[in-house]
């Protein structure tokens, strides 16, 4: 039996999928870098220790928007807002940053942060498509990848705190932990470093197997970037249990950021 925990990331994810397919199939006139840490450690460019961090209105404005993303549907994060309030624990100390960024809580204590969502758009039939082409499309508009794009800003050296505390538990934290939330255990059976990542002033990017407890095994992608004292993090799944690493995502978010 799946736990609340998974419940509810794949829950948000499959109603969302569900939308834009629904979109998809319906009628035609739809929605018209430096080097990175994922091979080993590299040095970083440090923030300011006086810098001041962004509040949530000012940081509203640099979060990706549908216009720097055509092929998603770019909306308010249903799933931060579910996740509000939430707590969750981790077997491990030393994992709490990655149970934190999985269930879309701030890591360390941000000045301001702001979310926003992106799902990929399904690919529609092509005009006098077979009907089993179009049933592959609707096969393949399931499988879409939804990425939870969070900014977070800190006073000093916040934001460099919070990465470091992320790249080190995504470290030590390699074989696995065991994420409490709702009374009910979920299993992330191991932490692995995922496709490098080029973009702000050091960045990080890994993938967690979960055990979904009937079987199947999910497995999430993630990526950390920071830029100045303002910290974005990428949180991305699939229905499907095998989300890709979101790239044109976090490519625009960070081209944002400037």
């Known amino acids: 039996m799946r736990t609340a925990f998974v419940r509810r990331a794949v829950l948000t994810a499959s109603a969302v999928s569900l939308s834009l397919l629904a979109t998809a199939c319906g009628s035609d006139s739809g929605d018209s870098g ?21 509040s949530a209105a000012e940081l509203a404005p640099l979060l990706v928007a549908q216009a720097d993303l055509p092929e998603h549907k770019v909306e308010a994060d249903a799933a931060a807002k579910a996740a509000a309030g939430a707590t969750a624990g981790a077997d491990k100390p030393e994992c709490k940053p990655l149970v934190q960024l999985q269930t879309l809580v701030p890591v360390g204590k941000p000045a301001g942060t702001a979310t926003i969502a992106a799902t990929e758009k399904p690919k529609k039939p092509s005009e006098g498509a077979s009907l089993d082409d179009k049933l592959d ?52 059976e191991k932490v692995a470093p995922s496709a490098a990542v080029t973009g702000g002033d050091e960045a990080l990017a890994y ?40 790239k044109a995502v976090v490519e625009a978010q960070v081209k944002k950021l400037g």
């Open 34 to 54: 430096k080097k990175d840490d994922a091979k080993g450690p590299q040095q970083s460019a440090p923030a300011a220790a006086a810098a001041k961090g962004k």
């Open 137 to 188: 499309a609707l096969k393949g508009g399931l499988a879409v990848t939804r990425t939870s794009v969070g900014l977070a800003s800190y006073d000093g050296k916040g934001a460099e705190e919070a990465f470091g505390a992320l790249k080190t538990a995504s470290t030590a934290c390699a074989a696995g932990y065991t994420v409490t939330q709702d009374a009910e255990k979920t299993r992330i």
């Open 207 to 246: 993938n967690t197997v979960m055990d979904l407890k009937d079987g199947d095994k999910a497995t999430m992608q993630f990526v950390v970037v920071r830029k100045g004292n303002t910290l974005a993090t990428f949180y991305a799944m699939n229905v499907t249990g095998a989300a890709a690493q979101p």
